[in-house]
């Protein structure tokens, strides 16, 4: 359903630029749609810009970096947004197809994507973790803008349809932004006898002012302080939980709420909230992170069929 709404959306924005340069800057029409193309980009720099100035505000301290550093930041940003909201989440079954699950030595991992977003954010780092000898699962949680707690449903069918196609009695969780929130709910209602481990990517788990301003019932309830961040437990006894974020994360703010009590921190630096999804080193922490043994008590093992 995402996938054709923003279809819908970019072709009448990428229209409405061409009608635009063609009627009101009278250029030549074979320059239209280069024109088009621009605006798409213009129009998706400015809120990007605007969210690094309200992360200026609310962030809180961060380590320093130099210019060159954080121009390479802010860049690498705007072009995961565009990666995102206009290459691929678009045309999201053209990039990602169907999961390939099958029995193997090591826990399946299921990926678990945030706010506004679907299953096409994990392209880059599905292809990583298979590259490296992992069984990649996704999901799409919908509706986009429901209550955080209406995914636990369809989170906890797709574990099972999970190991039921590998073979294993327990698999990885991996959760970006809300995707890590969505995930501790479904620990929250359905144990975790099923799950060895949490791992979360720029995950909001005190909330985010940046929150106020998102539509929908889930942003609702990851405004720092709500009732249902307040409702929702820390890390469950026995699970291995890994928190990894950037200390210059744009959208988590202020970004102390990315800490989670209980778990094992793994801060970057440098790195925006989106462009998380696509960096070599988060690829490189998150790979090395699965490599670690599943602790005593919360580990893994194959079905017997």
């Known amino acids: 359903m995402l996938a054709i709404v923003l279809r819908t959306l970019l072709a009448v924005e990428l229209l409405a630029y061409a009608v635009a340069a063609l009627r009101v800057l009278e250029i030549a029409p074979v320059l239209a749609p280069l024109c088009a193309g621009a605006g798409v980009l213009l129009v998706r720099a400015l809120p990007n810009a605007a969210i690094w100035l309200l992360a200026r505000q609310w962030g809180g301290a961060v380590p320093p970096l130099g210019f060159l550093a954080a121009a390479r930041m802010v860049l690498a940003e705007y072009a995961a947004f565009i990666a995102c909201f206009v290459v691929i989440l678009p045309f999201e079954r053209m990039w990602m197809g169907c999961d390939r699950l099958a029995p193997g030595d090591r826990p399946p991992l299921l990926l678990v994507h945030g706010y506004g977003c679907s299953r096409g954010v994990w392209w880059w780092l599905r292809r990583r973790l298979e590259a490296a000898g992992w069984s990649v699962a996704t999901l799409n949680l919908e509706p986009v803008y429901a209550s955080i707690d209406d995914y636990v449903a369809p989170l906890s069918q797709r574990i099972d349809e999970v190991l039921r196609a590998t073979g294993a009695a327990r698999l990885i969780l991996v959760g970006h932004s809300m995707g890590g929130l969505a995930a501790r709910a479904c620990l929250r209602r359905e144990g975790c006898a099923r799950v060895a481990r949490l791992i979360t990517l720029g995950t909001p788990h005190a909330g985010s002012r940046l929150a106020r301003i998102g539509p929908g019932r889930n942003a ?86």
Request: with cysteine; net charge positive.
């Open 220 to 305: 609702r309830q990851m405004v720092p302080g709500s009732a249902w961040l307040q409702a929702l437990d820390g890390v469950p006894p026995g699970l291995d939980c890994v928190t990894l974020y950037s200390r210059h994360d744009n959208y988590v703010l202020p970004r102390q709420n990315l800490a989670l009590a209980g778990a094992t921190a793994r801060p970057l630096d440098g790195i925006g909230h989106l462009a998380m999804l696509f960096s070599p080193a988060v690829a490189g922490v998150l790979l090395s992170v699965l490599e670690r043994p599943v602790p005593t008590g919360a580990g893994w093992k194959l079905r017997r069929m």
